[in-house]
């Protein structure tokens, strides 16, 4: 068989073509098969059911969770394999799971994928937030940017979402 990186890669295509969806599923299927023809690879190389532990680095409580609908999405019976502990004061905190290479390779796809997404969406709800709120001042240095149309509706509709509390209805309540 290739090397090491040639197989992971094999088994990260394998992974999204058995679990992906739409284009990403075929794009993965054709890829994949390129690959072990050109590897000289049979899918039997590729069949690795051992289950072993495999460990995942988080930092925040909601990495912990989006790990753990993770594990729940991809692994069947996730919860009686899952087990996590820290490392030390001030270091990242580990959740691992017992599972095959190819689960492992998928998780570690989605988690990568959906975390920087999660980020994403994070920065734009606090723009949001701090536009329903009115919590800015007058800008004179030129940093504002223009947002696109779609963006613009898009945080509209977000903050329809939003509470509508006020400051100074909380203080008029203190009279």
Not at 49 to 68: A, N
Not at 91 to 117: M, P, W
Not at 122 to 147: A, L, P, R
Request: glycine share 8%; hydrophobic share 35%; charged share 35%.
């Amino acid at each position: 068989m290739a090397n090491d990186k040639k197989k992971e890669l094999l088994l990260k295509l394998k992974s999204l073509a058995e679990r992906g969806v739409g284009g990403e599923k075929e794009v993965a299927e054709r890829k994949l098969a390129l690959l072990m023809e050109k590897y000289g690879v049979e899918s039997v190389d590729l069949e690795e059911d051992k289950e072993e532990d495999h460990e995942f680095r988080y930092q925040t409580d909601y990495e912990k969770m989006l790990l753990r609908q993770l594990f729940y999405k991809i692994v069947p019976d996730w919860s009686s394999k899952t087990y996590y502990y820290r490392t030390g004061k001030g270091s990242r905190s580990i959740y691992g799971i017992t599972c095959t290479k190819a689960q492992a390779i998928q998780i570690g796809i989605e988690y990568d994928f959906y975390k920087e997404l999660w980020k994403e969406e994070v920065d734009f709800f606090f723009s949001c937030f701090i536009q329903k709120h009115e919590i800015f001042g007058i800008c004179t240095n030129g940093d504002s940017k223009e947002m696109a149309p779609e963006e613009l509706w898009r945080m509209k509709q977000i903050m329809g979402g939003m509470q509508d509390k006020s400051i100074v209805k909380r203080i008029e309540g203190y009279k």
